[in-house]
């Protein structure tokens, strides 16, 4: 079965930093695009990074641009997310998702807590 398995959330202070991985399996990782969506309590769905499938191309949104860095690794299945200088805002749970257009798949993972509180 398709599996996305989100980790490396907690508890940490403003200004620090996080690493999120998110770890694929039974699907065609490499062929897919990933993104990284989260959602802070109460509130509805935030885009906010994406890779092409090749780790050709990145996107952030411009509230995290410059603070967070995306990257794949296509060997190993696993998608990452490098959190610095964060927020109170950044406070969410935080989603992976696997899409590819041409076949209509969309996969989403369970989800990781991220708390940004001193």
């Known amino acids: 079965e398709v599996q996305l398995v989100e980790s490396g959330g907690g508890l940490v202070q403003p200004g620090g930093s996080l690493r999120l991985s998110c770890a694929a399996s039974g699907f065609t990782f490499r062929a897919y695009t990933m993104s990284w969506v989260r959602q802070a309590p109460g509130k509805g769905l935030e885009w906010v990074s994406s890779?092409?499938?090749?780790?050709?191309?990145?996107k952030y949104a411009d509230s995290v641009k410059g603070r967070f860095t995306i990257s794949r690794d296509n060997a190993k299945n696993t998608l990452n997310l490098q959190m610095n200088s964060l927020k109170a805002e950044d406070t969410a749970v935080y989603y992976c998702?696997?899409?590819?257009?041409?076949?209509?798949?969309?996969?989403w993972g369970q989800g990781t807590q991220v708390t940004v509180s001193s």
């Open positions: 998702n696997a899409k590819i257009r041409t076949f209509g798949n969309d996969y």
């Open positions: 890779i092409g499938d090749g780790a050709g191309w990145t």
